[in-house]
């Protein structure tokens, strides 16, 4: 049974571009929700993916956006990249029918130079 | 964004210690849960509380939900070099669906053999 996994683990980009994160949720679970960690912080949530539309969002700035498909994987863009957003992001599943259940991904560094 | 008042920030103590740590909100949450994360992955769930008053136990982990419902702690015995790692705390508050959490800023416990 997968968890939940998150794609690139990696990446380095440039001030001004734009970056998209992926995640598939944790087998039969059927919301994502992103979070952003800031070194030496804890997660920030960014927002939630329910039957494909966003429900919740934390206090972002529109250059962040998402999306859900139907197989429940998620996406998360950036655009117009700012220093600041160098972070670790965070996905987690969870089901909306039973709660409080949430998995974490092992989430994306991402570093912008 | 929110966060939670986590307490200490990190620790340094000998292997076969106890380590007790804490974590207040000036609000209120119905769910309290406790993670830990180890260097290039996400957070992992050791306990969630369900219930203010609530003590609920996970092998040498104790974890309990304040009468109050604004305060958690964790208490971990007998500690092992496993051990180390970030702890955070995370509150959950009422509402439909899976509410977002709200994250501690973590403490950060290393063991000394």
């Known amino acids: 049974d997968a968890g939940v996994t998150q794609s690139p683990t990696h990446l380095i980009k440039t001030r001004g571009q734009q970056v998209t994160l992926r995640c598939s949720p944790k087998s039969g679970h059927d919301t994502v929700s992103w979070y952003q960690q800031a070194l030496g912080q804890g997660p920030q949530f960014i927002f939630q993916y329910y039957e494909e539309e966003e429900r919740q969002r934390g206090n972002f700035p529109d250059r962040f956006s998402g999306h859900q498909f139907p197989n429940y994987s998620s996406e998360l863009n950036v655009n117009a990249l700012l220093l600041g957003d160098s972070a670790l992001y965070l996905c987690?599943?969870?089901?909306?029918?039973?709660?409080?259940?949430?998995?974490f991904g092992e989430g994306s560094w991402l570093t912008v130079v | 964004g929110q966060q939670l008042n986590q307490s200490p920030q990190s620790m340094f103590i000998q292997e076969g210690e106890d380590v007790s740590m804490n974590c207040t909100s000036s609000s209120i949450f119905n769910t309290w849960l406790w993670y830990k994360q180890e260097p290039g992955e996400g957070p992992v769930l050791l306990i969630a509380l369900y219930k203010a008053g609530e003590l609920t136990s996970n092998g040498r982990l104790t974890a309990q939900f304040g009468i109050t419902r604004k305060d958690s702690f964790l208490n971990i015995s007998a500690s092992i070099p496993s051990d180390v790692g970030i702890y955070f705390c995370?509150?959950?508050?009422?509402?439909?669906?899976?509410?977002?959490?709200?994250f501690g800023k973590g403490t950060r416990l290393s063991v000394i053999a």
């Open positions: 995370a509150g959950q508050q009422a509402g439909s669906g899976n509410t977002p959490l709200v």
């Open positions: 987690a599943s969870s089901s909306g029918h039973s709660g409080n259940t949430i998995y």
